[in-house]
């Protein structure tokens, strides 16, 4: 049993992702799905349901009928903070999986610029302050919470861990220059990342993503089905999800691992039947909504050991030609941060890696490739996690 | 006999040199010295707290045995619903418990400790805990300004193991407009100080004083100390000159390194002698404000063993402290100024629902232990996160709690107040982790891991036209 070889995807769009002051959440979703009906070769009608990834944009499954005009089909919004847009391909995938539809439609999009806020406003389940969440908290200063740990645990000098962090940073901005979509298409130097205003040590600006506007899409079929439309296309080889509440009132939560990515990529692999995944693995688009994010994942997803993943960022294993490219269009960090987005965005660049169709960040005949995306802050995640072959 | 069984202060680890105020606007200190300045995250009740839990410590909490609370102020954060039921449960004080707020004069410390003094029946079960604080304004620019400071007092009134025998009273009342706010007033007001000096405290007090004496048949020199407060040290000395009284019985009105602290005042001085008190030492107390009320006290034997038990009050609260950046800080805490939003979206609040359900979790800092496996929670849960054993657990008080940092960070970006704001994972020693950000905190770049800490009543915010409260973690002196 399993989702593996199940599902397929015949179509992909995405959005330029940035400040798009001048569009709406409703014409990023039109966009992005406009390109993905024209990357698969079919029409709008030929949709049967669909999926809205969105974590305080789009309310509802109206969030994707109302800019489409696909009145009267099932719809649903599906909302699991950082990971929604995973969830949503989750779900359209099961849904084929189950045989209740052919052809359906999983979108993520996020308009988080017309809020007038440098970051992201708060849900709008209405969830009190107090015992239960601490006024005020900002992401970043829950992620430096987990980076100051994890220095502390592997005696790591904070210097240095910073340089670690900040040479993520350099990489991932490299990568993005080189994606005409992604949100910063320019490089940033080790110095400038370095010295960058702080924000919440160890993090400064530049170890921080973007805050942004964006959408991107997905067309899921059955293999047979994708087979008559057309001869690119990739299969859905397997998903992992796993949910934490308790770190922050657990003693035993340690900070600098996080069991939620452990725990969503190993239902993966097994599902794929991986055994070694940093072997296996051809590239990775992990959600590195900050630097230090990226460097924990990298052990978490078991591309490293536990505590050497300075190491490992030190001797370039995690860039566009290194063993295991990570974040080749330049990830949250310089692709932008759409919430309920990334995670199509991110399936988008493997996609387009697995169909030899990246350009100039095209990596030599890539076989599988990883989607992570987490949501919350460290004591707190929604990770989810997909895997991706031809 | 009746009296005090225990005592103490709380005094904001924040000072403001009225040399730094007098800079600002040109000019020089109304008085020497420097004032305490209530943190951000305080105010009347906050403070009234850390004082009632300082005097129920030093007699081991023993919360059961209170049956009355007066919670005495002038700058209640309420103008209708009580203040001292907040108090009461963030001390955790038994439900039967009569909770009194006693306001609107100055007097209302003293006039709580008379009427506990009268409702203490001899042979009656049940203290009468006593907490005073004020966080009073005078306009930005005048002497007031440098004059109030912020702070709070307790006391702990009961029939046997006195450390203080309630001996006397005379009082009188005055209409007298000296000092008043209106409803409509954030700042004190006051009517020209020839008149209200002359014919009020420096008449008025004098007189009741005399009374007192005359009608216990007491003299001046037969008192080790006399305590009373006074709108400034000029008007405090001045009194001493009037009464004759020798420099060395009038007790420090901690005016020079507290400021004038208005309703706590005369608690702050009283504290400050007993701190050194011997047995046998006779105090004279008089308060003024609507009149006056003077009381006469008499330190036990008790006292010895309290003091071999507890730590002096008054000195290590004014040696624990910190210089406020700048005068601006001061505005903007009291919110005098409007200073530049953070471009942040501030949190949400609970509704009065979701505050009653959480009483006991967020006031009274109650988390529930597994009785399975013992495993800590707080907030409390109904599945155990470790053995998920379902509504098996016992509630444990943990605001008493000591816990040390496990993770840290300095963060600028976020909407409090203050920053940047130190934001720390606590592990409490008795188990059990909270996460919050840390108040009273020094220097944010000398927060380590593993720095011991404390839990402290705090305010979180204003919001949804309701004060929110709940407790933060402080480094310990």
């Known amino acids: 049993m399993g989702i593996k070889d199940k599902c397929a995807i015949v179509g992909m769009g995405c959005t330029k992702f940035g400040e798009l002051w001048d569009k709406s959440g409703d014409d990023l979703v039109v966009e992005a799905v406009t390109e993905a009906l024209e990357d698969a070769g079919i029409h709008l009608k030929e949709i049967q349901a669909g999926w809205i990834g969105s974590m305080s944009t789009a309310w509802s499954g109206t969030g994707l009928v109302y800019p489409l005009s696909l009145d009267f089909i099932p719809a649903t919004r599906v909302e699991n903070k950082c990971a929604s847009g995973v969830e949503a391909l989750k779900e359209a995938c099961f849904a084929v999986a189950a045989g209740e539809y052919d052809i359906v439609l999983a979108v993520g999009m996020e308009k988080l610029k017309d809020s007038g806020a440098s970051g992201l406003f708060p849900p709008t389940s209405g969830l009190p302050s107090g015992p239960k969440i601490p006024l005020n908290r900002t992401a970043p200063g829950s992620y430096a919470q987990a980076a100051n740990r994890y220095f502390y645990q592997f005696k790591i000098n904070p210097e240095e861990g910073k340089r670690a962090m900040a040479r993520i940073a350099v990489k991932n901005h490299y990568n993005g220059s080189l994606h005409p979509k992604a949100q910063f298409q320019k490089e940033v130097t080790l110095e400038q990342v370095m010295k960058a205003p702080i924000v919440a040590w160890p993090l400064g600006l530049l170890d921080c993503c973007g805050v942004t506007d964006g959408a991107a899409a997905a067309i899921v079929t059955r293999p047979d089905i994708a087979r008559s439309l057309k001869k690119d296309y990739i299969l859905v080889k397997g998903f992992g999800v796993s949910v934490g509440a308790s770190g922050a009132i657990d003693q035993n939560y340690d900070f600098v691992h996080w069991e939620e990515t452990v725990k969503a990529s190993r239902m993966a692999y097994q599902e794929v039947g991986i055994r070694d995944p940093a072997k296996e693995i051809s590239l990775a688009e992990v959600h590195d909504c900050f630097t230090i994010t990226e460097l924990v994942t990298y052990e978490d997803l078991g591309f490293c050991p536990k505590g050497s993943a300075k190491d490992y960022v030190e001797e370039g294993g995690f860039t566009l030609k290194g063993n295991l490219p990570v974040n080749t269009d330049g990830g949250l960090k310089a692709f932008g941060h759409p919430i309920g987005a990334s995670g199509l965005r991110m399936t988008y660049e493997i996609y387009n890696q697995l169909l030899h169709k990246a350009g100039p960040r095209q990596l030599k005949d890539p076989q599988l490739g990883l989607v992570h995306c987490q949501g919350g802050q460290p004591g707190e995640f929604n990770c989810a996690v997909a895997i991706f072959g031809r | ?477």
Not at chain 2, 288 to 302: F, H, K, M, R, S
Request: with cysteine.
């Open chain 2, 1 to 477: 006999m009746i009296g005090i069984k225990s005592y103490a202060v709380h005094i904001p680890f924040l000072r403001l040199a009225r040399q730094s105020i007098a800079q600002y606007w040109g000019g020089s200190p109304a008085e020497p010295g420097e004032k305490a300045v209530a943190n951000w995250d305080e105010d009347s009740v906050t403070m009234a707290v850390g004082a009632g839990i300082n005097c129920l410590k030093a007699k081991s909490f023993q919360r059961e045995s209170i049956s009355e609370l007066f919670f005495a102020s002038t700058s209640f954060p309420y103008k209708e619903k009580q203040s001292a039921t907040i108090v009461a449960t963030a001390l955790d004080l038994p439900r039967h418990c009569f909770t009194v707020d006693c306001g609107n004069s100055l007097r209302a410390g003293t006039i709580a400790l008379r009427t506990a003094w009268e409702s203490m029946k001899p042979n009656g079960s049940g203290d009468i805990l006593i907490v005073a604080s004020d966080f009073r304004l005078g306009y930005p620019g005048g002497n007031l300004e440098q004059i109030l400071g912020d702070g709070g007092g307790a006391l702990l009134i009961g029939n046997k193991d006195v450390i203080a025998s309630i001996d006397g009273y005379h009082g009188v009342f005055e209409n007298f407009i000296d000092m008043w706010r209106t409803e409509r007033d954030t700042f004190v007001q006051s009517w020209e100080d020839r008149f209200i000096y002359s014919e009020g405290y420096l008449r008025v007090m004098p007189g009741v004083i005399h009374g007192l004496l005359k009608k216990y048949g007491l003299q001046l020199k037969d008192f080790s100390k006399l305590i009373f407060n006074a709108p400034d040290g000029r008007r405090h000395a001045e009194l001493a000159r009037t009464i004759k009284a020798p420099k060395e019985v009038v007790a420090d009105h901690l005016f020079n390194s507290v400021g004038n602290t208005g309703v706590a005042s005369i608690l702050l001085s009283l504290a400050a002698v007993l701190d050194t008190a011997s047995p046998g030492d006779k105090l004279l107390l008089a308060n003024y404000g609507d009149g006056v009320d003077a009381l006469i006290l008499t330190v036990t034997e008790e006292i010895s063993g309290f003091r071999e038990q507890n730590r002096k009050m008054v000195e290590p609260q004014l040696k624990r402290k910190k210089e406020l950046a700048s005068y601006n800080r001061f505005l903007t805490y009291r919110e005098l100024i409007q200073v530049q939003p953070s471009s942040r979206p501030l949190s949400s609040y609970p509704t009065p629902p979701a505050l009653w359900r959480e009483n006991r979790g967020r006031l009274s800092m109650y988390g529930a232990k597994c009785r399975e496996c013992s495993t800590i929670h707080y907030p409390a849960r109904r599945v155990c996160i470790k053995c998920k054993a379902k509504d098996d657990f016992e509630e444990v008080n943990l605001s008493g709690s000591l816990g040390k940092v496990f993770t840290l960070s300095i963060d600028h970006l976020t909407a409090n107040v203050d920053r940047p704001s130190v934001y720390v994972v606590i592990d409490l020693d008795q188990g059990g982790r909270v996460q919050n950000w840390l108040t009273d905190c020094g220097e944010p770049e000398k927060v380590t891991i593993g720095m011991p800490v404390e839990m402290t009543f705090r305010r979180e915010q204003f919001a949804g036209g309701l004060y929110h409260y709940g407790w933060k973690p402080r480094p310990i002196a």
